[in-house]
């Protein structure tokens, strides 16, 4: 996507700084709500790969690496996601016993002891 987004900004078919593309994402999430409540999930495919289009063209004016970021983010996701079963784990818990209240209390906890680290 980034490729194609720098082409096109080489041409001049681009926003001029990172704002305008808010109100473009802003947009694109309304236009997937549509399809999302139509159920259609043709339109929905298209509607969600528009707004990662668009995503990652918000990126690019942040000069922020979409394919860099996501990784990062699976990575603290991982990270925080062990925690949880490892804390879970040493009180005999199985993840899958716990109530979705229950589990953000322990992703609330991971994240809390991730920045101590």
Known sequence: AVKLQKRAAKVGFDWSNAAPVLDKIQEEI????????ADDP????????????????????????????????????????SMMEESAGSRDI???????????????QAKTNEKKI
């Not at 309304?30 to 409540?37: D, F, K, M």
């Not at 199985?94 to 609330?108: G, K, P, R």
Request: no cysteine; aromatic share 10%; net charge negative.
């Open 94 to 108: 199985n993840l899958a016993d716990l109530s979705l209240t229950e589990l953000e209390e322990l992703w609330v």
């Open 30 to 37: 309304a236009e997937l709500s549509v399809e999302v409540a």
């Open 42 to 81: 043709d339109k929905i495919e298209e509607e969600f790969g528009d707004l990662l289009f668009v995503l990652s063209n918000y990126a690019r004016h942040l000069k922020v690496d979409p394919d860099a970021a996501l990784r990062r983010a699976n990575q603290k996701f991982r990270s925080r996601f």
